[in-house]
């Protein structure tokens, strides 16, 4: 890939983050905050609802699948850095949230970014064959 595509991918998984975290820090009590069975629903979709949403990107920008993995980390290194300094502040980024609910969220965070990685990866190793 090259560089401007790749500072491009960098860019929009920092508004990406940036916009997650605004949603989460307005909306996150709801989801994380809500009844067993509503939390385990949408932490089972969220991470198809955000990896189908990574694919599109990757599919709309032409990037081959032998580059997924490299791109997706790209889309998602910026979020991940970020989600590290918002867990460690919790009650100030996200005052909604309570600071009990900080596990459930990373637990969320996890989930999300190991499906969406573990599925670029499998298109790269996939595609090298």
Same mark, same amino acid.
């Given at each position: 890939?090259? =560089?401007?595509?790749?500072? /491009?991918?960098?860019?929009?998984?920092?508004?990406? /983050?940036?916009?997650?975290?605004?949603? &989460? !820090?307005?909306?996150?009590?709801?989801?994380?905050?809500?009844?067993?069975?509503? &939390?385990? @629903?949408?932490?089972?979709? #969220?991470?198809? =609802?955000?990896? !189908? %949403?990574?694919?599109?990107?990757? $599919? /709309?920008?032409? =990037?081959?699948? #032998?580059? /997924?993995? @490299?791109?997706?980390?790209?889309?998602?290194?910026?979020?991940?850095?970020?989600?590290?300094?918002?867990? #460690?502040?919790?009650?100030?980024?996200?005052?909604?949230?309570?600071? !009990?609910?900080?596990?459930?969220?990373?637990? %969320?965070? %996890? !989930?999300? &970014?190991? @499906? @969406?990685?573990?599925? *670029?990866? %499998? *298109?790269?190793? $996939? #595609?090298?064959?």
């Amino acid at each position: 890939m090259k =560089i401007q595509e790749c500072m /491009w991918l960098l860019s929009l998984g920092l508004i990406i /983050w940036i916009l997650g975290t605004i949603y &989460y !820090a307005y909306a996150g009590h709801r989801v994380l905050e809500t009844t067993p069975a509503r &939390y385990w @629903v949408s932490f089972a979709i #969220s991470p198809i =609802i955000c990896a !189908a %949403f990574c694919i599109l990107i990757l $599919r /709309w920008r032409h =990037i081959a699948p #032998s580059n /997924w993995a @490299v791109a997706m980390l790209l889309l998602a290194i910026p979020g991940m850095v970020g989600e590290a300094a918002v867990l #460690s502040h919790l009650g100030t980024f996200m005052p909604r949230i309570q600071e !009990a609910s900080g596990g459930r969220y990373g637990a %969320f965070l %996890f !989930a999300t &970014y190991a @499906v @969406v990685l573990g599925i *670029a990866e %499998f *298109a790269t190793l $996939r #595609s090298a064959r």
